[in-house]
């Protein structure tokens, strides 16, 4: 419930009293205030290394009130053979309820390799809730790996 603020004007005094300026009184009555939780729609993602820049949304949902915000970070740092490590800050102004978008530049190697898991998690809020889906668990398919084999006229001749 949003914050209200009215006024009540004074009048017509009985048995005597006087009214003194100003004759409205102003009265606020703080609302509870509501600021959402904040968490990505899904908990498990699966992209393939040849995407080049992927991008992952982050929700606020379930309330707007006040600015929040929310830091984010890979786990574990040291993939950075895969992902470039990026971390940041992500906010919300009072009101705001725009998904945040958090983009992740992949590094496409020619290496046949096996698939890489990682996680971005949130961490760090001010001012609201982490909801359940506060971290997301990312695995890289290899597209070297996941191509059709490729034979020679060399091999075929065998
Ligand atoms: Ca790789
Ligand atoms: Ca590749
Ligand atoms: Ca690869």
Not at 121 to 145: G, P, R, W
Request: aromatic share 8%; glycine share 6%.
């Amino acid at each position: 419930m949003p914050s209200e603020t009215f006024f009540v004007r004074l009048f017509n005094p009985k048995n005597g009293a006087t009214i003194s300026s100003p004759t409205y009184l102003t009265v606020h009555i703080e609302g509870q205030s509501v600021p959402g939780l904040i968490g990505f729609d899904s908990s498990d993602l699966i992209i393939a290394e040849n995407e080049s820049d992927f991008s992952i949304d982050v929700y606020r949902t379930a309330g707007k009130d006040g600015e929040v915000s929310v830091d984010y970070s890979i786990i574990p740092a040291t993939i950075n053979e895969d992902l470039e490590n990026i971390s940041g800050t992500l906010t919300w102004a009072d009101g705001d309820t725009d998904k945040k978008t958090i983009i992740i530049p992949l590094i496409n190697d020619d290496d046949f390799e096996s698939d890489e898991a990682f996680k971005i998690s949130l961490s760090a809020i001010s001012n609201a809730k982490l909801a359940s889906n506060y971290t997301i668990n990312i695995v890289i398919k290899d597209d070297e790996n996941n191509k059709p084999p490729t034979i020679t006229i060399a091999e075929i001749l065998k």
